[in-house]
């Protein structure tokens, strides 16, 4: 069985970069820096469907992307969830939440319609987080 | 440094039990069979704040919870997420979700107005997730 990204997945993404376990994406919806983990593990859909040594490379990945947001953005607070109601893929999102954000205090999904990165607005994030997961 | 809950964790929730770093908690909202996992070290925000160990036993204990949930309720989804927008203590959501649910396919938070359990069947499901960490 070989691995393929869900095209739902990606279609609202771009790639950012591969981490041992986990190809990470950038969703395309501006309102939030919005990190996406996506194991590169065939016909997973839940985290505990993950081998125990992916499982610990999964934990370290959450940190390593919730780090670089961190640092990157300083946001409030960091939202970390792995749902996967819509697109069963095991994927695990990693957002930077402000208190002034389009959705706060609430969950991102469907609290506010998805804005739009001007061209070299998302050229430079992506290349902030590469930089930011190379260092 | 003491731990303590958060009282509106507390006021929304009954103890189902403690494992080697979080206690267990049931939510009240009878919509779902909604387990809170708290780890039960002070003054912690985010995943990325705990210590090495404590994020393994973490990653453990939200496996164990989620086969808890898979094995009594044979969900189509779990759904796995610390978000803590409104309470900061770090706490995550393992949540057994089913197609016919009030949510379905959203995330819960804010999608349907709580429902309460009925008291006998409050004490079965504690007393089912009891036995079922217990074992």
Redesign the interface.
């Known amino acids: 069985m070989v691995f393929d990204l869900d095209p739902r997945l990606a279609a609202d993404t771009e790639d950012v970069c591969r981490l041992a376990l986990c190809r990470v994406l950038l969703s395309r919806d501006a309102n939030y820096p919005w990190l996406i983990l996506v194991p590169e593990r065939p016909g997973i ?4 469907e993950l081998e125990p040594a992916d ?2 490379s ?2 370290d990945e ?2 390593r992307a ?2 670089v947001l ?1 640092r990157l953005y300083s946001p409030h ?10 697109v ?1 893929q095991l994927h695990v999102h990693a957002i930077a ?1 402000f208190t002034e954000d389009a959705a ?4 991102i ?2 609290a506010a319609p998805p804005t739009v990165y001007p061209p070299e607005t998302l050229e430079r994030r992506l290349a902030e987080l590469r930089d930011a997961f190379a260092a």
Do not use: F, H, Q, Y
């Not at 859909?45 to 505990?48: A, L, Q, S």
């Not at 607070?77 to 819509?86: C, M, T």
């Open positions: 859909r839940e985290i505990r499982r610990a999964l934990m959450i940190v919730t780090d961190e607070k960091l939202n970390v969830a792995a749902l996967g109601n819509s069963a939440r706060w205090p609430k969950p999904w469907g």
